[in-house]
């Protein structure tokens, strides 16, 4: 168990959709992060979150795409007007202030039809 | 730039030792990660090496050369469970001073019995 739960764990939807991901840490990380992975490649960064502060994010990132963490406790990330280029793994990961190591959640898988 | 390399995929025997290398060229170093991935999952972390030399954990080993900019890992008395992704993922510090991971595409291990 990495102390971070995601939901959905999987999401099929039609172009032009939008879809909305939750991302729910453990509370005493602080740190919060979004990434992307797509299949035989690393996970892409896109966005990362002190507490309820959106720290970076990263230039991949389109203004399709926003991320809330309101209370510095759960997190959202919204993709409106899907396309097909968005169906990936949305990770989150919580992070270790010390090491940087991350504690990935089990992910969610999005399809775009 | 940020680069980070590895094989995309390799095969071993169960019961064998096997190697994963990674060589890395980033714009600083502040440590360096492993991380397994099975099909369909989230990465988990394995070793975390910041310093020259190798850190040994049970079967799995990492080593580091930071003058050569050169990582492996070393898993030994594989598995038919160590079938899965490994992830090399380089820590650097962003020009905003906040640490960022690099990652590589991962390097897919097949265990044949």
């Known amino acids: 168990d990495t102390g971070v739960s995601q939901d959905p764990r999987h999401k099929i939807t039609k172009r032009g959709q939008n879809v909305t991901f939750r991302c729910d840490p453990i509370?005493?990380?602080?740190?919060l992060y979004w990434y992307r992975q797509t299949l035989g490649q690393g996970p892409e960064f896109l966005t990362y979150f002190q507490n309820e502060a959106q720290l970076e994010k990263s230039r991949l990132l389109s203004d399709r795409f926003s991320a809330e963490r309101p209370k510095g406790s759960f997190s959202t990330l919204e993709i409106q007007r899907t396309e097909q280029g968005d169906s990936a793994m949305y990770l989150c990961a919580r992070g270790d202030r010390n090491t940087g190591e991350l504690f990935f959640g089990e992910g969610s898988r999005l399809t775009v039809l | 730039g940020q680069n980070i390399d590895q094989p995309t995929e390799m095969t071993a025997t169960e019961g064998a030792i096997v190697q994963i290398n990674c060589t890395y060229q980033t714009s600083g170093f502040n440590g360096l990660f492993w991380y397994q991935q099975h099909a369909g999952e989230a990465p988990t972390f394995l070793s975390y090496n910041v310093l020259d030399g190798l850190e040994e954990k049970g079967r799995f080993s990492s080593f580091l050369s930071r003058s050569k900019g050169y990582s492996y890992l070393l898993l030994k008395e594989l598995q038919m469970k160590d079938s899965a992704s490994y992830l090399c993922?380089?820590?650097?510090?962003?020009?905003?001073?906040?640490?960022?991971?690099?990652w590589g595409a991962g390097t897919k291990l097949i265990i044949k019995p």
């Open positions: 993922a380089v820590r650097i510090l962003g020009g905003d001073s906040n640490y960022q991971l690099i």
């Open positions: 509370s005493e990380h602080n740190r």
